[in-house]
């Protein structure tokens, strides 16, 4: 089981171009993970001769490029704008490709007020459906993910409630290029226990986010009423810590994780202060190794 980084705390930077990726790569060297995921948000996507060089320079780190973390709108309200989304998603699976990497992130989309429940799941599910050949195509493998929301969204995920998402999941058929991204503290955001949800995907998970949360000047009820403002980004009463310090057992996670043979990439997803976040990733992976190390799925 290999062990990638998101730059959790350093997206903003990375994304206004604040932050050279150069400079990312060699944080995550010196961590001694195995890979390191991308965002959309900074990704040269179109320039094919940067994709090359940045999959070269991860590589003289000793670094592969797993994953994408790509974020699809498949609820917008018109046909037009969820083929805009499609073609979307189809140049994040070829970066994707192009980057070395083997997964990219897809999304239900925005939970936008009054859409139907079975409608969104139709929109949502016939989008997925249609990008399985590209991803097949590319070698690239499609990771549904329990998530909460993007950061540059103003609603949360429509799929966020684990009934919807595991509806959604029964619609899409078992493909090989087609699985789960499982995030444990998302399932608690959502107001679900992220171990019963584990149980119940545990078969078709093929990625982690290996995040933590805690609430900060709030309670889970707070967030709520937050959600319903439709603010852009995440409330601010909604923190990512250390992994291992948070809300989630992680040794129960692990339990399920042996016993399904996992052996995909899991991915660090910590924090949003950059002045420590060199620190916090570095404790993060020395918790994650030792729970690799201890069940057996390093």
């Known amino acids: 089981m290999p062990l990638a980084a998101f730059p959790k705390c350093y997206l903003d930077d990375l994304t206004a171009d604040e932050m050279p990726i150069d400079d990312w790569l060699e944080i995550a060297a010196d961590l001694g993970v195995d890979g390191v995921e991308f965002y959309w948000g900074f990704t040269p996507a179109d320039d094919p001769d940067e ?15 797993p994953m994408m973390c790509y974020s699809p709108d498949f609820t917008r309200p018109t046909e037009e704008g ?19 990497g083997e997964y990219c992130r897809v999304l239900s989309g925005q939970r936008r007020p009054d859409l139907p429940r079975d409608e969104g799941l139709s929109r949502v599910a016939d989008c997925i459906r249609e990008l399985l050949p590209a991803a097949e195509d590319e070698g690239v493998t499609l990771i549904l993910e329990n998530h909460y929301k993007d950061d540059y969204w103003d609603f949360p995920e429509f799929a966020q409630d684990m009934a919807v998402f595991l509806d959604l999941l029964d619609r899409i058929e078992e493909h090989p290029n087609f699985g789960v991204n499982f995030d444990p503290s998302n399932a608690i955001i959502a107001g679900d226990d992220p171990i019963e949800l584990l149980d119940a995907v545990k078969h078709r998970v093929v990625t982690m986010h290996a995040s933590d949360r805690y609430l900060e000047g709030g309670t889970i009820e707070d967030l709520r009423e937050q959600e319903v403002d439709g603010s852009q ?6 923190q990512h810590g250390v992994t291992g310090e948070g809300m989630i057992d992680y040794d129960a996670v692990f339990e399920r994780l042996a016993e399904v043979d996992f052996d995909g990439w899991i991915s660090i997803e910590d924090g949003y202060d950059a002045e420590v976040g060199r620190e916090h990733l570095a ?16």
Do not use: N, P
């Open 233 to 238: 980004g995440y409330a601010d009463i909604l």
């Open 283 to 298: 404790q993060s992976a020395s918790f994650l190794r030792e729970k690799m190390e201890t069940y057996d799925v390093a």
């Open 51 to 65: 994709l090359d060089r940045l999959r070269e320079e991860a590589r003289r780190r000793g670094l592969e490029i």
């Open 82 to 100: 969820r083929r805009e989304e499609i073609r979307e998603q189809r140049r994040a699976i070829e970066a994707t490709a192009r980057l070395g």
